[in-house]
């Protein structure tokens, strides 16, 4: 997707909030407890700008066993911020707000998030519309090494 002349313009239909939800779900399936601990490794060596909460308390990195709610906001750029949910350690996953990704500066910070994920995780990181997990529509592809259509966006 990126780097192949107006990619803004063939995935504009995915990064309509009218369309997909504003909230997108992202996520890597089949992760295990080290490869959540790659994605925190990740964050800190790259030094996006993060804040750990937990029920609205903001709290140091870190993850008690017994936490409530836990996110970590992560903004790999001042203008984009992803959500982590600590919801299951057999899937890492996490929100963007599609109104902050409107903009060809805004889906390369969005899609260079996604494969430095990727990368770091060997495993494949999918966007699915709102709601409707186990239907991406893009996403970083490990065998390609980019971030790649997987659904039709004349079909949306």
């Given at each position: ?141 490990v065998e390609d090494d980019r971030v790649v259509l997987l659904a039709d966006p004349q079909v949306r």
């Amino acid at each position: 997707m990126e780097g192949e002349g107006s990619p803004g313009l063939r995935v504009k239909c995915f990064f309509d909030p009218d369309m997909m939800g504003s909230l997108p779900d992202v996520r890597v399936p089949h992760t295990s407890v080290e490869d959540w601990q790659a994605v925190l490794d990740l964050v800190a060596e790259k030094g996006w700008e993060r804040q750990y909460s937990e029920g609205g308390t903001v709290l140091a990195v870190s993850r008690p066993v017994d936490a409530e709610c836990p996110d970590l906001r992560v903004w790999p750029t001042a203008d984009v911020l992803a959500i982590f949910r600590f919801h299951a350690v057999e899937e890492v996953d996490f929100d963007v707000d599609l109104r902050e990704l409107q903009g060809q500066e805004r889906l390369d910070v969005f899609c260079g998030f996604l494969r430095e994920i990727g990368r770091r995780l060997g495993k494949p990181v999918l966007m699915d519309p709102e709601g409707d997990d186990g239907h991406p529509v893009l996403g970083f592809d490990v065998e390609d090494d980019r971030v790649v259509l997987l659904a039709d966006p004349q079909v949306r």
